[in-house]
């Protein structure tokens, strides 16, 4: 488990449940919908990272490398979304999301492990399908460099807000990397309702914001017909609206819509690259 020892006094002081989150992060939401699940009391600190809140000394003294989620309890940091909620469902296990036997553990946690690894994927296509209007001008990302202890990060934004942007055949790439992972649920939730065991388990709330993101910008799910159709299951649970829905903000999702539209209309949207435009 990934616990890390912060600085913050002001942190190791907390008690109960405390969760930096971001409201548009793919990986708050997975956290966000475990804490509706178990119907946990948990006190919000959003970080905005359209402000750069996240480059903060402040909030880097608690997750180092100024990512979110971080999720505090009773004092102690726990990062990385999908450990984060692993942890919440063995600490407060009912309701149980996760199956009882081995075999279908081991496929869970496999899922997950897939999902978590999609998000160099889902950063990218964001930042390109999202995002790109809004690209930082040279002053800002200089402080963004400046601030940010992720050199991950940094070297990222470096690309994206540079006047090339991020190159096409990695947008392809991350995009087949994606289709091929949504043809790949689409295929295990066939004559299913959810991924593991026929069971809501973590495997649906790891993958749920993945494919959020991907609907935002217009991606065309209903080529995948079992996963749309789990999509639309998924949005109509309690747990989906107090940690998704509630939290999107409606003009955001407006502009996302009216950029990605234009993009489509210029032929560069989502649909106009491989394997989709094939």
């Known amino acids: 488990m990934p ?3 912060t600085s913050n006094k002001d942190v190791k002081s907390f008690k109960g449940l405390h969760l930096y989150h971001f409201w548009l992060s793919s990986c708050s939401q997975r956290v966000r919908i475990v804490l509706a699940e178990k119907d ?6 959003e970080i905005d990272l359209e402000k750069m809140e996240h480059a903060t000394p402040e909030y880097q003294s608690i997750h180092p490398n100024g990512l979110v989620p971080a999720l505090v309890h009773d004092g102690q ?3 990385e979304s999908i450990d984060i909620i692993d942890y919440l469902d063995t600490t407060y296990p009912e309701p149980p999301l996760r199956p009882s036997s081995a075999a279908n553990l081991g496929e869970m946690h496999n899922w997950m492990k897939l999902a978590d690894g999609a998000q160099h994927s889902i950063k990218t296509l964001t930042h390109e399908f999202l995002f790109k209007q809004n690209a930082m001008p040279p002053e800002v990302f200089d402080v963004f460099e400046q601030k940010h202890n992720s ?3 940094v070297d990222f934004m470096r690309v994206w807000s540079s006047e090339n942007g991020i ?3 990695e947008i392809e790439a991350e995009l087949i990397l994606q289709h091929d992972h949504f043809v790949r649920l689409n295929e295990a939730l066939d004559g299913k309702d959810w991924l593991v065991d026929n069971m809501f388990t973590l495997a649906d709330i790891a993958w749920i914001p993945n494919v959020r993101r ?3 910008l217009h991606y065309p799910l209903d080529i995948h017909p079992n996963l749309n159709a789990w999509y639309k299951r998924f949005q109509a649970k309690p747990s989906y609206i107090k940690g998704i829905s509630e939290f999107e903000i409606p003009p955001a999702l407006a502009d996302f819509n009216a950029y990605s539209l234009e993009r489509a209309e210029e032929g560069t949207g989502v649909r106009s690259f491989k394997p989709l435009a094939a």
Do not use: G, M
Request: aromatic residues 10%.
């Open 167 to 169: 190159p096409k055949d």
């Open 214 to 216: 991907l609907d935002l």
């Open 77 to 79: 940091v726990i990062i």
């Open 40 to 45: 946990l009391d948990w006190v919000s600190h």
């Open 3 to 5: 616990f890390i020892d």
């Open 151 to 153: 050199n991950e990060l």
